[in-house]
């Protein structure tokens, strides 16, 4: 059996989770001193977002220097301190690598402005075309173009992200060599996984060309020599260890490179993220709108997934929220009238499928997006720009504000709700961002809502521990075009486990196949009381139930 495929993980955000010096930034002494309660929770790994020196422009996704620790969230010794606690908690650490991109505060990028050509072909710079428009027309994914001119030369840089995070040139494998060299550090430091920022977007092509759709990601996303590159660096770092986990982060991918990404032989990575089921709620593949989910292509995707990758032996990481999207329990479920269903329902819906779980921090306790009114509440660049375009295609204020409220990356980045004292506990200084207004209600000391979520999140990671059918069960849907139930079924030697996720608040029933009712059914977990299968079965607002069959 794997190494990974009994384990889950739980990312913290470090500016959100706790500070412990009241400068309103959370610190990695916060983190271990929540130890404690992550243990408790169950969780194997945990993985922290950047904490290395960065301007901050993209909150730690634009690195100025990759083997170093912000003194915003502490020292090496602090880090030290939080490495050996985590262990003796039997928690590992998994650190980001943000390798497609620099800050262009970075020691390299500024040798390369400098005229160091040595570290110029660190990056991509290219001249303007024979008529004087851009290198190419790509656009950035944080909006506008995706070049900038370098300096007072005649040539350009990409940046496929933010104007500040300057794209890596990987065909250089001097660039490769530094990377690798990053990696090997933090392996020496005792970390035991990795998490690869946009990793399949680091193979641009040698000769860069216009995109017909004017977009460009077609032309750097998984392309062939990605694999190369990730075999390359398996072999250079974390592949001469048995026991390190991998998840890359996937933009726009493929179930065939998620196959080839992940497949134990091929030597990559243990799991990808990938991203589909989180547009269901983009008009028109727009994510600055706002449109209910569409159900059916929410379960067609993650199906393609677990039947794609189960298939051809890929591993998938199971997830519903991260520091990059909006509070999933607002997304698919009811926050106000069903909060415990809706957040044990998602969570079951996961955690019980095939793949790696992974716990975003307050999830576990149900929170939710904390709807700021202002948009100086915000402090995501990518809203500020996505408010701007907004204005300029001329929507109204009110219309873009109820838009950002929806989408906005800070609704999951608001400071962890510890407890319902100041700032929930969070800080005794004012927090970087506002905390949600509801931290009196939901927070890790409520009775009547988190503590509920908490100990069924508990029970799905016991559960996966003890159960070689949720580690290694095979996956098939379960009528799969019912209008409000997401069931499926996993087996293995022998064994057959039933899941039924409910997405509604209407009452529905699903017709239970006779092959399933003949065997002998021990309800295992659910959000309501104890039930026996049936036939017609039943299910309440936001219910979920899993039985176990023989």
Do not use: C
């Amino acid at each position: 059996m794997s190494t990974f495929h009994d384990k889950v993980i739980y990312q913290a955000y470090p500016k959100s989770f706790k500070d412990t010096n009241g400068n309103g930034i959370g610190d990695l002494n916060g983190v271990k001193e929540k130890l404690p309660y992550l243990a408790e929770l169950g969780v194997d790994m945990l993985w922290l977002n950047p904490f290395y020196n960065s301007p901050q422009n993209d909150n730690g996704y634009d690195v100025a220097d990759y083997t170093s620790i912000d003194p915003m969230f502490g020292t090496w010794e602090d880090l030290d301190a939080l490495v050996s606690e985590a262990n003796q908690h039997g928690i590992d650490l998994m650190l980001d690598m943000v390798l497609n991109h620099t800050s262009t505060d970075h020691e390299w990028f500024q040798k390369a402005l400098a005229g160091d050509k040595k570290y110029q072909d660190f990056y991509i710079l290219r001249e303007l075309q024979e008529d004087g428009s851009l290198p190419t027309n790509w656009e950035s994914k944080f909006g506008g173009k995706a070049w900038s001119k370098f300096g007072d030369t005649n040539k350009y840089y990409l940046h496929l992200y933010d104007v500040t995070q300057a794209d890596l040139n990987w065909r250089n494998p001097e660039v490769r060599k530094e990377l690798y060299k990053v990696v090997n550090f933090w392996l020496e430091k005792g970390v035991k996984g990795f998490r690869f920022d946009v990793i399949n977007v680091i193979g641009k092509d040698e000769e860069l060309k216009d995109a017909d759709d004017g977009v460009g990601k077609s032309h750097y996303t998984d392309t062939p020599i990605v694999h190369d590159y990730i075999q390359e660096m398996n072999k250079e770092t974390f592949g001469q260890h048995e026991d390190i986990v991998t998840v890359g982060e996937m933009s726009s991918t493929t179930v065939e490179n998620g196959v080839k990404y992940s497949r134990p032989d091929r030597d990559e990575l243990s799991m990808i993220f990938s991203f589909h089921h989180l547009k269901v709620d983009y008009k028109d593949g727009e994510k600055w709108t706002t449109i209910p989910f569409d159900f059916q292509e929410l379960k067609n995707i993650l199906n393609e997934w677990q039947e794609g990758m189960a298939e051809e032996g890929g591993w998938n990481a199971l997830f519903w929220n991260n520091h990059d999207q909006p509070r999933a329990n607002n997304r698919f479920g009811d926050v106000e009238n069903y909060p415990v269903e809706t957040s044990t329902m998602l969570a079951q819906t996961a955690h019980l499928l095939r793949g790696t779980p992974f716990v975003y921090q307050g999830e576990e306790i149900g929170m939710t997006n904390p709807e700021f009114d202002d948009l100086d509440e915000y402090v995501d660049i990518e809203t500020h720009n996505a408010y701007k375009k907004m204005k300029e295609d001329g929507i109204a204020h009110d219309e873009a504000m109820e838009i950002i409220k929806q989408k906005s990356r800070d609704n999951s980045r608001t400071p962890m709700q510890w407890n319902d004292s100041e700032n929930a506990g969070f800080s005794e200084g004012t927090p970087w961002l506002n905390v949600a207004d509801n931290y009196k209600d939901i927070n890790t000391e409520n009775e009547t809502v988190s503590k509920k979520i908490f100990t069924y999140y508990k029970e799905l990671i016991r559960l996966r521990k003890e159960m070689p059918i949720i580690q290694e069960g095979s996956y098939k849907a379960l009528e799969l075009d019912h209008p409000s139930i997401f069931a499926y079924v996993r087996e293995h030697e022998g064994e057959t486990l039933l899941v039924l996720n409910h997405f509604y608040a209407e009452e529905d029933a699903i017709t239970i196949p006779d092959d399933l009712l003949d065997k002998d059914a021990a309800y295992l977990i659910g959000n309501r009381a104890e039930r026996t299968l049936e036939k017609e079965f039943k299910m309440g607002p936001y219910e979920t139930a899993a039985f176990l069959l023989k």
